[in-house]
């Protein structure tokens, strides 16, 4: 029988989900609403000067991971009045954090923007007021994150699920809002963001107020504690400042080279990345505080059980979910969308492909916040996410096309893999060869069959309606077979779950060869 462990785990993830379906849906329809509402070119701006103010963003995170660690460990020591020390001190912290960002990026920010930035020049003071709006807004988002720290500590992710779909909501209604409006429809969309992430961050501050008794803020100051959380909180902020580099530097080198109509391209495949991988992330989302609660209590093959079931089980449902999507990128995106900003293909198919090996690595992230020892991680992950940056603008400036840079994201996504299963060897002894033989083994034969069968299915079928019909459901049953097998090794043990396993796939054979023969 499933543990009550298991049983919290499923239910959260479940919760997680139902916030993911309704939100990705609005989500979507937003975007093609915003998108014409905007144009290619103002909504492009809109991302990259966003992105400006993201780039400050790897300061957001900086105490937010802290403070779920924290509050995680000593909610497996049981110790009730350190979660109210943490949580204050929190938010001092926070606080602080927030009005660095602001003056730095007052200072940087606009630089970057009037100087290096190619913009309209009949557009800058629009792009002027986006940046301000975004910039209040990542204030408002950071002073209230230890809420959000708080919840997923507890475990409580029914509150996401519906907090996240009165935001979602929200922005439906600016959406259709700068539709009917006069004015410049972009610094209005901004104004109305900003709006909408006030109102998002009270209700989570009211939330956590009347659910959880550590979250009734007294000024707090300790600085041992500090020290701890600073050095936690301080090597994570250099690895969050390498993602946003890679992520928001690229987007500012596509924008250099290119233009803001690529940087629409971008922020489209962005969001179908974000939406799909969020059905996986879901899942690592509501194991992570298990995991750290297990190492807490010195339960190792737990931990190390939670490790594999969410690496495997995450990928495998995010294949699952990407599987149509690189097929039939093209006609999705028209459908969608309407007017298809160009690249927007060829980056939807290869971010999709980098978020596939990037979806492994999620366990390894929530092991390592469990460990505490973030110095050498942070360093060697930091620094080899970091060189996307250089290697991108060399190759960009000796006439490389835009798609280079997912190419070498995908490339370095590859080494960071191995060198945490590698760095966790060194640190808890983890079992690099079992972690090869029952997820990464699983994952490759799961996606050569899918790849192989995808290739044999195009040149036997001139029927496109039946090529989709056909592959969807050999998908499905390839999945099947794979999330079974998680499932069961999960609750029954290896050697019971291989031979249930071993089962299921000869049903699965079996329906692939009656498709074939049909």
Not at 39 to 58: H, K, Q, T
Not at 425 to 431: A, C, G, L, T
Not at 432 to 441: A, D, P, S
Request: hydrophobic share 50%.
């Amino acid at each position: 029988m499933p543990s009550e462990n298991t049983r919290r785990i499923a239910k959260n993830t479940g919760f997680l989900y139902m916030r993911m379906l309704l939100t990705m849906g609005v989500a979507f329809y937003t975007s093609r609403v915003v998108l014409n509402a905007l144009g290619v070119e103002d909504y492009g701006i809109y991302n990259v000067v966003g992105g400006v103010v993201a780039m400050f963003s790897f300061l957001t995170g900086m105490f937010t991971s802290a403070t779920q660690r924290f509050l995680n460990y000593e909610m497996g020591l049981g110790n009730q009045e350190r979660l109210k020390e943490i949580f204050s001190m929190s938010i001092t912290l926070n606080a602080m954090i927030a009005v660095l960002i602001v003056l730095v990026s007052e200072i940087a920010g606009l630089w970057f923007i009037n100087h290096k930035l190619v913009i309209p020049g009949d557009r800058l003071t629009a792009a002027h007021w986006v940046f301000q709006f975004s910039l209040l807004a990542m204030a408002v988002t950071i002073v209230s994150t230890p809420y959000n720290a708080v919840i997923i500590a507890h475990e409580r992710m029914s509150a996401f699920a519906y907090i996240a779909v009165a935001e979602c909501l929200l922005k439906l209604g600016v959406a259709v809002v700068i539709v009917f409006c006069g004015g410049d429809k972009l610094i209005i969309y901004g104004a109305l963001l900003l709006a909408v992430a006030v109102i998002v961050r009270g209700i989570y501050t009211v939330y956590c107020k009347r659910k959880f008794h550590e979250c009734h803020y007294k000024f707090y100051w300790n600085r041992t504690l500090f020290r701890e959380m600073g050095t936690f909180a301080g090597w994570d902020m250099y690895g969050n400042f390498a993602f946003v580099m890679i992520t928001q530097g690229v987007n500012m080198l596509l924008n250099m080279f290119f233009g803001p109509a690529v940087n629409a391209s971008r922020a489209i495949a962005v969001q179908i990345q974000m939406a799909i991988q969020g059905f996986a992330t879901n899942f690592t989302m509501a194991v992570e505080p298990r995991i750290i609660l297990d190492y807490a209590q010195g339960k190792r093959e737990e931990m190390l059980r939670l490790i594999f079931l969410s690496s495997k089980f995450s990928f495998l449902l995010l294949l699952l979910l990407c599987c149509p999507v690189l097929v039939e990128t093209e006609n999705i995106l028209k459908i969608w969308l309407g007017q298809v900003p160009g690249y927007s293909v060829i980056f939807v198919r290869l971010i999709l492909i980098q978020t596939l090996i990037r979806i492994l690595q999620n366990p390894f992230h929530s092991a390592l916040h469990a460990i505490g020892k973030m110095r050498k991680y942070q360093l060697l992950n930091g620094s080899l996410l970091l060189l996307n940056i250089p290697l991108s603008y060399v190759l960009l400036d000796q006439g490389a096309d835009a798609p280079i840079v997912f190419v070498i994201s995908i490339i370095m996504t590859i080494i960071v893999l191995f060198m945490l299963l590698y760095l966790l060897k060194d640190m808890i002894d983890f079992p690099v060869g079992r972690y090869i033989k029952e997820v990464l083994q699983t994952v490759v034969y799961v996606c050569i069959c899918l790849f192989t069968l995808n290739i044999c299915f195009i040149y036997l079928s001139q029927d496109f309606t039946n090529y989709i019909r056909f592959f969807s459901r050999v998908a499905v049953a390839l999945e099947y077979f794979g999330c079974d097998m998680v499932c069961r090794h999960a609750i029954y043990g290896t050697e019971n779950g291989y031979l249930l396993c071993q089962y299921r796939f000869e049903k699965v054979c079996s329906l692939i060869k009656k498709q074939m023969r049909g």
